[in-house]
């Protein structure tokens, strides 16, 4: 399985040092994603992390910075999936509520996060809404995008998902929890999931 970072929607003091220290350290593809930020703020929080990491980094929103510093991919939103391609030749990804929308997508994208699988960490009363069992059969049947959990994963779940047939876990609430400016366990949470994720089942 395959773990995916996403970014606490907001920008914070010390969060670049924080990244560059997890992409050197872990094999994880970490999402660039602030939904408010404008292009310049996205440049800058770029320029911060080394060169040589770029590649470890998809981007949302801001994708004509895809070619300027080397970027492993993007990841469409709903609304944006129409300029899916006009950025041929990357990794792409998206997000999908739905098994219906899953299979919708197939071929369309490398991987989708599919959410919510469990009750959000970072979207208090978000809710799980999927069936496992209809996940689990769906995944073991022939399709060609990657799916991601995302949503309420945890160390303590992620031996469910991976039973289920997912690729890859995506976390973002666990990791970055409610106000990371101010939390000294980012690291320590992540080294969590990361070695659940890494830990075969016994």
Do not use: C
């Amino acid at each position: 399985m395959d773990l995916y970072l996403i970014s606490d929607e907001h920008f914070f003091e010390g969060e670049t040092e924080i990244v560059t220290d997890l992409l050197s350290r872990y094999d994880f593809t970490f999402h660039l994603r602030k939904p408010d930020a404008v292009m310049g703020a996205y440049k800058e929080f770029l320029n911060r992390i080394p060169l040589e990491l770029h590649r470890k980094i998809m981007l949302h929103d801001a994708y004509p910075l895809l070619q300027e510093f080397g970027l492993k991919g993007l990841h469409f939103s709903t609304q944006n999936r129409h300029l899916r391609s006009t950025f041929r030749g990357h990794i792409n990804s998206t997000s999908a509520h739905s098994l219906i929308e899953v299979a919708k997508l197939d071929r369309l994208f490398d991987y989708q996060f599919l959410s919510p699988v469990f009750s959000s960490i970072s979207k208090p009363g978000y809710p799980g809404n999927l069936v496992m069992d209809e996940v689990k059969s769906y995944l073991q049947g022939e399709r060609i995008s990657r799916i991601i959990a995302l949503g309420g994963v945890t160390e303590e779940n992620i031996p469910v998902l991976r039973k289920t047939g997912f690729n890859g876990v995506a976390v973002l609430g666990r990791v970055w929890g409610h106000r990371p400016e101010k939390d000294t366990h980012i690291l320590e949470r992540f080294k969590m999931v990361y070695n659940s994720l890494k830990q075969p089942d016994q």
